[in-house]
């Protein structure tokens, strides 16, 4: 039970939903991406472990998804062949439109920073073993460029969806 002003009634808990544990992980994610990327020159222990959180991050996504009873949020990001077939159709007839809404380029730059940053930890754990710190340190720097193009495409698609929406109209 909470209760937002002092003295007032208990109100239940609201549950959290599968969209609100997916938000809290893309943040934590994100934010240990963030501080591993930016520690790799120096702070060795806290890049360590927010490598290390990275790694148990992609565990907890990876066994939700092989867990999921049905494909549902929480399931791997994979752009399936009728949104491909949606995506082909669109772009012939408004190619800003395509880009507007939903496209199976988000997934794959998901998927692909997904098996990119499995790969930089991996090779991060080599390189604490003095193998491959040179191969860990690319791989790092590459992925830079898959997050900036991952939110480059969700960016877009939010922007787009924003200058096309209708102006509201005034009432009275």
């Known amino acids: 039970m909470t209760t937002d002003v002092i003295g007032a009634k208990p109100r239940p808990a609201r549950r959290l939903s599968a969209y609100d544990m997916l938000t809290a992980w893309h943040g934590l994610f994100a934010g240990a991406w963030a501080v591993a990327y930016l520690t790799g020159g120096g702070a060795m222990p806290l890049h360590r472990f927010a490598g290390y959180v990275l790694l148990g991050l992609l565990a907890v996504r990876l066994l939700v998804a092989v867990l999921a009873r049905a494909p549902g949020m929480w399931a791997l990001p994979w752009a399936d062949a009728p949104l491909w077939r949606s ?86």
């Open 87 to 172: 995506f082909r159709r669109k772009l012939g007839q408004d190619a800003v439109a395509a880009f507007a809404g939903r496209t199976p380029l988000a997934p794959l730059s998901g998927l692909a920073l997904l098996v990119a940053i499995l790969l930089v930890t991996l090779s991060g754990l080599l390189a604490d073993l003095r193998i491959a710190g040179d191969l860990h340190e690319t791989m790092a720097d590459a992925s830079l460029m898959l997050v900036l193009g991952h939110l480059a495409v969700v960016a877009s698609a939010a922007l787009l969806r924003w200058l096309r929406a209708p102006a509201p109209r005034k009432v009275g």
